[in-house]
């Protein structure tokens, strides 16, 4: 490697000193220096750190911990600037300072997990490794005598299971011995280590059938050491590992069913034995394989549930008798792992994975008793029980809803204000889970048994929790139902605004308000012009509070409010509003001058985003001139980029709408007013921070969460993104409805949504770039067609590259659909017609660094560009699985990819192209028969003209042999 001058080491050293500080600026500023040395100078430094043993253990590891994210972010950058000598003397090295097997043990991991990141990046594409002496090292350490040498081994291969890459098969007897040896040693942290690295391989492994059954005789041991580990220490890690088997490889464990359940049950109940959180992944192996082998449970451990679920409603049970809690003005969110929140949640993931039919007998035998008992926390368990259930029960429920809601509306008017708001949360949670069936055969008994908990003024908490739940009973309220109690409804809701209008001003209290004011905004949203003769009771005060609650304590407040006023005016009409709506205009414009003074995590960004869009609807022409304002936050949250966190394989640990209305094409004038909000908030960008394996120092508090993206965890701060999903939605509908008016922001939201194709950390936000595509397409129509083609070739690599990875069956179909409309939008010939050029006689000359060849078709030459040709073929043979796979489940995207496929029956600069039209003919016409016969027969009229006359004059044999089959089926 490459030497380095000391100077330079010693200023390393001390960057990194610097790194660790506290201090934010120090720390800031060293890491803007380091980032500042190129990635392959960085690489001698770190290794220089990490062979220094007089530096520390926090400086070494820290030093690893960074190398491996080299290895991890930056290996194509600086590896090949590496001679082979170099290379290989950095390999050696490696493996080397494992095998110090006094140094110590935190530094010596961290290289393991330094040496399995580097055997990744050498694996090639055949999946064959270009570190053989990686291997060889494996094998001779996991056979060490020395425990230390075999627990490195162990650590490199759970880091990186693939690291046999194409020899795995013929090596499997080894590997297999490997791990029957290491779950039998002498050695407890060999056996630990043993299971995780166990745990990891089943899972690389999770669809080998055949290999799995090879490790059959593994399980026991397995279970032993699971079982040593609960007895006799602290490490949770061989709980955790079983977790992931149960999650990843759940059949696996079938011959161990009984004595998993056994186990786990019995640590749930050992309270004195086992910490909570111990107890709780028990509890967790049990619900994971549930959810993943839902069939095996109901078969083999179905007797095990009659001590499952009294264990769970009883976790319900512990419950602070916190005197003060019904009356605190400002609610924290309970606590993810405390018994109560996880044994409501793991309930509710129970009734899901088994159903109603083998689960709800066991939970209302113990429900009932829980309901009678005098002691509040069982009877306000029992109906959080009842609230949990309804999702996965739904059917078995449905038959006794009568009962049930009858015997939850008794305890509105239970002695305890806890027990009440339990009542509340059922009726809400039923109003959603039953919908529909719930508000039309209930009405009558619920809304004024919730309209008598807003009386409750000396348990504020439960008087708004009241609320909450008409707002859920009323979204899916048909409207003449909500109408018939309209008068009641607004007389409560008047009085209660009011008093808690006065409770603010004297008192700052704001919960009840802002609760109160969001039921107003759905109960008007559900009636609609029904709410006219009520309007002039609340404006005004509603407007007050709009322009004064300007405080920061009054944030959400005053958003609740501008939604409220915007869902007013759409409800009742401009003619109603348009006397209050400029003055409210007025006050929204000011919020977002100020723009830019709001932090991404400010809640009044999504209210005013929504309230623009609404107000745009009623205003019509009259917004235009307000475009240019508004778009500022949308398009910065639409930008926004989470804070993301890679997290090494197996670590998941960190510290931790509104429904759019469409737009009126008269909104162009305000258009310079809205865009520039919403561009900044759509490309709202969060923090982003490679963690390694271990490396876990994020704040809880600043709303950190794992997610998984293929085979990478990441922790990732869910600040900002759905304010980031509102704002691209509000794109897609000033795009749809603006049309050519929306000409001016079309480049600068193209260059935001194509990347957001693949922003895999939020679903709506993927979905919305993919449905903005053949918006912007027709936007960009006034600027001419070669405009709209270099638009096109911006967009289309990277949406068949979308269809072909994206992991989300919903999005998939936005996408699909996307691609439909894009081509409906462009005609086929500008979608799919690559770069051609007729060549003269004779002339086969053309340019063959721009990826051009000349071909044939029939008489002429051309020259073709072939460049996104193999995508567009990819593209094509993906709508033909799918059309195959999903049959019915495509129907929504029949005609969309009909369109696209019969003109390219005759796509002859493609024989994969033709050949996958022509095999989706009759995939197309099975997957319409939902929609009659009728429709099949019009499909079949628009396909078959051209049918024949590319059979008739199909140049390629195969393809041809595709078209008669495709003739043939049809």
Not at 226 to 245: F, P, R, Y
Not at 611 to 621: E, F, M, Q, V
Request: hydrophobic share 40%; with cysteine; charged share 25%.
């Amino acid at each position: 490697m490459t030497t380095i001058p000391s100077t330079d080491e010693q200023k390393f050293l001390a960057t990194l000193q610097e790194c660790l500080q506290p201090d934010n600026e120090k720390r800031i500023a060293a890491e803007a220096i380091y980032q500042d040395i190129p990635d392959e100078q960085k690489i001698v430094l770190l290794m220089s750190t990490l062979r220094n043993i007089s530096l520390g253990t926090p400086l070494r590891a820290f030093a690893a911990v960074l190398l491996r994210r080299l290895f991890q972010t930056q290996y194509e950058n600086f590896w090949s600037k590496y001679s082979p000598d170099q290379q290989m003397a950095l390999k050696k090295e490696l493996l080397a300072r494992i095998t110090q097997i006094d140094d110590d043990e935190t530094i010596r991991k961290k290289i393991c997990y330094v040496v399995a990141e580097l055997a990744r990046n050498l694996m090639d594409e055949n999946d064959q490794s270009q570190w053989p002496e990686v291997m060889e090292f494996l094998f001779q350490s996991a056979n060490s005598s020395h425990s230390t040498l075999k627990e490195s081994s162990l650590i490199i291969f759970e880091a990186f299971p693939g690291i046999f890459g194409n020899q795995a098969e013929q090596l499997t007897q080894i590997i297999h011995q490997i791990f029957l040896n290491c779950l039998n040693d002498q050695e407890t942290k060999v056996r630990y280590t043993a299971a995780t690295a166990f745990a990891a391989y089943l899972k690389h492994n999770c669809d080998n059938a055949q290999l799995l059954n090879i490790y059959r005789d593994c399980l026991p041991f397995l279970i032993t050491t699971v079982t040593h580990s609960l007895g006799n220490t602290d490490d949770d890690t061989v709980l955790k590992a079983l977790v992931d088997i149960a999650e990843n490889v759940p059949k696996y464990l079938r011959p161990a069913v009984d004595d998993i359940f056994n186990l786990m049950l019995q640590t749930m109940q050992e309270k004195d034995k086992f910490e909570e959180s111990r107890r709780h992944l028990a509890l967790e192996v049990l619900i994971t394989l549930s959810e993943t082998a839902s069939g095996m449970v109901r078969k083999v451990a179905k007797k095990y549930l009659n001590r499952l679920v009294p264990q769970l409603l009883e976790m319900m049970v512990d419950l602070d008798d916190d005197a003060e809690w019904s009356t605190k003005d400002t609610i924290e969110d309970e606590e993810d792992d405390s018994n109560a929140v996880v044994g409501e949640s793991s309930l509710d993931r129970l009734a899901c994975a088994l159903g109603g039919k083998t689960v709800l007998n066991y939970i209302l035998t113990t429900v009932q008793t829980m309901l009678q008992n005098p002691d509040w926390r069982y009877r306000h368990a029992g109906l959080m029980a009842l609230s949990a259930t309804g999702e996965g029960c739904h059917k078995e429920m449905g038959a006794m809803l009568d009962d049930l809601v009858n015997g939850i509306l008794v305890f509105l008017k239970d002695s305890h204000p806890r027990v009440r708001y339990a009542a509340c949360n059922a009726l809400g949670q039923m109003s959603t889970d039953f919908q529909g069936t719930f508000q039309k055969k209930f009405h009558a008994k619920v809304i004024p048994g919730l309209l008598s908990i807003l009386d409750d003024h000396d348990n504020p908490r439960t008087q708004a929790h009241g609320g909450a739940a008409l707002v859920n009973f009323s979204e899916d309220c048909p409207p003449r139902l909500l109408v018939e109690h309209l008068p009641q409804i607004i007389e409560k809701l008047e009085q209660v605004l009011s008093r808690k209008y006065q409770e603010l001003v004297h008192h700052n209290r704001k919960l009840v308000l802002e609760q109160i004011v969001t039921t107003l905004a759905a109960i008007a949203d559900t009636v609609a012009q029904e709410f006219s003769p009520y309007y002039d009771r609340f404006m005004p005060q509603l407007k007050y509070l709009f322009k004064n609650a300007v405080s920061v304590d009054y944030r959400m407040l005053r958003g609740k409010t501008m939604e409220c006023i915007s869902l007013i005016g759409l409800a009742v009409g401009k003619e109603k509003f348009i006397n209050d709506c400029y003055e409210v205009m007025q006050e929204l414009v000011k919020t977002q001058v100020d723009f830019d003074n709001l932090g991404n995590d400010d809640p009044q960004i999504a209210y005013l985003i929504g309230a623009w869009t609404r107000i745009c609807k009623i205003l019509g022409k009259d917004f235009e001139q307000y475009l240019p304002i508004v778009m500022g936050p949308v398009l910065k949250a639409a930008a926004f980029k989470p804070e993301v966190t890679v997290l090494a394989d197996g670590d998941t640990e960190v510290d931790e709408d509104d429904n759019w209305e469409v737009l009126n094409v008269d909104f162009e004038q305000y258009l310079p007013i809205v865009m520039g909000p919403v561009l900044k908030a759509a490309a709202f960008k969060p923090e982003v921070t490679v963690l390694a394996d271990g490396d876990t120092e994020v704040d809880e508090d600043d709303n950190w969460e794992v997610l998984n993206v293929g085979d990478q965890a990441f922790g990732i701060k869910t600040t900002g993104l759905e304010e980031k999903a509102s704002a691209c939605s509000m794109l897609v509908c000033y795009a749809r409805e603006l049309k050519e008016g929306f000409v001016n922001y079309v480049e600068e939201t193209t260059k935001l949504m194509v990347p957001l194709l693949r922003f895999y950390f939020h679903e709506g936000v993927r979905a919305a770039a993919a449905e903005s595509l053949p918006l912007l397409l027709e936007c960009a129509k006034l600027r001419g067609d070669d405009y709209v083609r270099q638009m096109w070739q911006y967009m289309n690599k990277e949406l068949f590259k979308a269809i072909e990875i994206e992991p989300d069956h919903e999005v998939l179909g936005e996408l699909f659909l996307s691609l439909g409309k894009c081509i409906e939008t462009l005609g086929v010939s500008t979608a799919f017609k690559p770069e051609v050029t007729v060549l003269a006689d004779g002339d086969t000359e053309v340019d063959e660094d721009d990826n051009w060849e000349v071909l044939n078709v029939g008489d002429q030459a051309f020259g073709i560009k072939t460049t996104g040709l193999e995508e567009k073929a990819s593209a094509c043979s993906m709508l033909v699985c799918y059309a195959r796979e999903l049959k019915e489940g495509f129907v929504n995207y029949v005609e969309e990819t009909t369109k696209l496929m019969v003109p390219l029956l005759r796509f002859y600069f493609h024989e994969g192209v033709r050949a996958a039209a022509a095999e989706s003919l009759p995939l197309l016409l099975e997957c319409a028969k939902l929609r009659g016969d009728d429709y099949v027969r019009q499909m079949w009229q628009y396909m078959n003209k051209e049918l024949f006359k590319a059979i008739e004059i199909e140049p390629d044999h195969e393809v041809l042999g595709e078209l008669f089959l495709s003739l043939g089926k049809v």
